[in-house]
C-alpha cells in the first residue's frame, strides 16, 4: 500500500462513491460531511478541476470537481449528486462525486497495491485497489492528490 502505513489488521472505515461507472473510496477519517449538490459560485482563471466555491457555514471553501481531477468521465451533475466535504491537513474542500453508496468497514490487508502502468501514470493518487464481490474499488490518497492545496485555495 502506497503510504497507508498501517498493520495488516488494522480496520478501515471507508465511504464509497461513484464516478461515472467507476468506485471510489476514501478514508471515512477525512470526511467532515456529505451536502446534497448546489451549484458552485464560478471564479475566472481557476483550474479546470475547480468548480469555484460554496459556503459553508460562513466559511469559503472551494469545490472541486474529482472525475475531472482524476481524469475519469462523471455524470453531469444532478440532485443525486453530492458533496462530500473533505479535510486535508488544515484545509478544507468539497468534492463532487455522482453518488455515494457504501460505508464499508474492511481490513487493512484487502488493500492490494495498483500495478505499475508506465511512467506516465502516478500510482501515488491512490493507496491501492480493494477487490469486492460487486467489482473494484480504488482506494483514494486525497493527502497526495491534493499536496499542492496551496494552488487551489490561492484560486479560491
Not at 478501515?12 to 459560485?41: K, N, V, Y
Request: a negative charge; aromatic letters at 6%.
Amino acid at each position: 500500500m502506497n503510504d497507508l502505513n498501517l498493520s495488516a489488521t488494522t480496520m478501515l472505515e471507508i465511504i464509497a462513491f461513484h464516478l461515472g461507472d467507476q468506485q471510489f473510496c476514501i478514508r471515512t477519517t477525512s470526511i467532515r460531511e456529505i451536502r446534497g449538490w448546489a451549484a458552485a459560485t464560478p471564479l475566472p482563471h481557476a483550474p479546470p478541476y475547480v468548480l469555484g466555491v460554496m459556503n459553508l457555514r460562513g466559511s469559503v471553501i472551494p469545490v472541486i470537481d474529482l472525475a475531472a481531477k482524476l481524469g475519469v468521465l462523471g455524470a453531469v451533475s444532478t440532485e443525486r449528486s453530492a458533496i462530500v466535504v473533505a479535510e486535508i491537513g488544515n484545509s478544507i474542500i468539497g468534492l463532487v462525486v455522482d453518488r455515494v453508496s457504501d460505508i464499508l468497514s474492511i481490513s487493512s490487508d484487502r488493500v492490494q497495491p495498483v500495478p505499475h502502468l508506465g511512467t506516465s501514470f502516478d500510482p501515488a493518487f491512490s493507496y491501492g485497489i480493494i477487490p469486492l464481490e460487486q467489482g473494484m474499488v480504488c482506494f483514494l490518497n486525497l493527502d497526495h492528490m491534493f499536496g499542492t492545496l496551496e494552488q487551489v485555495q490561492s484560486a479560491a
